[in-house]
Nanobody, 115 residues
Framework: QVQLVESGGGLVQPGGSLRLSCVAS????????MTWYRQAQGKQRELVAT???????NYADSVKGRFAISRDNAKNTVYLQMNSLKPEDTAVYYC?????????WGQGTQVTVSS
């Protein structure tokens, strides 16, 4: 059974930082592209950052220079370091794993940026 479990969300003030984690089980983690998505209330889910099996990364323009995605294949974990957070970063953040048409999602973790 495939499971992706996100953690690390919470309430943070503008300008603050959070580090999200997503632990995967039931897949050969190193063979999967890992992506963080987010969905704000009333809006469509959007891609935040992707990291390939080879370590290549891609970011949404809105988070470039502030967020960093990384992976630890030995721990089956992908991370999202979020710095200089803004109120518009408030959303539920989801972890996704994808490989050759197979796609799995976590349950999401809430990030709220507010003073």
């Amino acid at each position: 059974q495939v499971q992706l479990v996100e953690s690390g969300g919470g309430l943070v003030q503008p300008g603050g930082s959070l580090r999200l984690s997503c632990v995967a089980s039931g897949i050969l983690f190193g063979f999967y592209t890992m992506t963080w998505y987010r969905q704000a209330q009333g809006k469509q889910r959007e891609l935040v950052a992707t990291i390939t099996t080879g370590g290549g990364t891609n970011y949404a323009d809105s988070v470039k220079g502030r967020f960093a995605i990384s992976r630890d294949n030995a721990k089956n974990t992908v991370y999202l370091q979020m710095n200089s957070l803004k109120p518009e970063d408030t959303a539920v953040y989801y972890c996704n794993s994808a490989q050759r048409g197979r796609s799995y999602w976590g349950q999401g973790t809430q990030v709220t940026v507010s003073s």
